[in-house]
């Protein structure tokens, strides 16, 4: 069926009842023609929200790697990263600074860890 173009038509928007060309009424979301100041899309709210489900598998998985682990033992306080607190006997957990010490590195020994 065929509709005429209503280049010459009025209408009357459902909102506040003014008289416009019919070519300028739009159709709201609830289903109204109404005027260019009275329109307003739909609100993102109204629409159901979209369930997306979380992945459970990973694409092309790689196994573990064995890896060697090395673990620094060396005695307590040998570290340029001590606490104030440790100094001190607080419980300041500032780091301790170190003005142009004398720096003592000392080796024990090394651990290997495996784990299975």
């Known amino acids: 069926m065929a509709y005429a173009t209503g280049k010459f038509a009025l209408g009357i928007c459902d909102y506040c009842g003014q ?45 573990d790697r064995a890896e060697p682990l090395t673990v620094y033992v060396g005695a307590p306080g040998d570290s340029l990263f001590e606490s104030v607190g440790s100094a001190t006997g607080t419980n300041d957990m500032r780091p301790a600074t170190v003005d142009n010490a004398l720096v003592l590195q000392l080796q024990l020994g090394q651990v290997t860890v495996t784990t299975t």
């Open 19 to 63: 008289q416009y060309p019919f070519n300028v009424l739009r159709k709201n979301w609830r289903g109204f023609k109404v005027c260019p100041d009275d329109y307003e899309p739909k609100e993102p709210q109204l629409e159901p929200l979209r369930h997306v489900s979380d992945a459970v598998a990973l694409n092309q998985p790689r196994p």
